[in-house]
């Protein structure tokens, strides 16, 4: 199985800042991407921003210019900045990987970090 471990959420205040990290460990041969989402209230679960094996990146027209995704390939870990925080950044962030555990290609989530921006 494979094992994704978020941290770093929290409370900040407009215009600040907060560090996403997630770590993955257990039967995995081989990512393709590593990835983070989010769910607001009420609303669907979508793409913040994602990182592909030869550091290829995306992200959502929400988000650019003030998200910064990275990837340490020897930790098998992705990190997210986010700068310059807006209250409709507020959601439960998800960290999300694609990849090979051997048998097939599957998609693997974490448990959700809340990132919560409020004054």
């Known amino acids: 199985q494979v094992q994704l471990v978020e941290s770093g959420g929290g409370l900040v205040q407009p215009g600040g800042s907060l560090g996403l990290s997630c770590a993955a460990s257990g039967r995995i041969f081989s990512i393709n991407s590593m990835g983070w989402y989010r769910q607001a209230p009420g609303k669907q679960r979508e793409l913040v921003a994602e990182v592909s094996r030869s550091g290829a990146t995306t992200y959502a027209d929400s988000v650019k210019g003030r998200f910064t995704i990275s990837r340490d390939n020897a930790k098998n870990t992705v990190y997210l900045q986010m700068n310059s925080l807006k209250l409709e950044d507020t959601a439960l962030y998800y960290c999300?990987?694609?990849?090979?555990?051997?048998?097939?290609?599957?998609?693997?989530w974490g448990q959700g970090t809340q990132v919560t921006v409020s004054s």
């Open positions: 999300n990987l694609f990849g090979d555990n051997g048998a097939t290609l599957a998609s693997y």
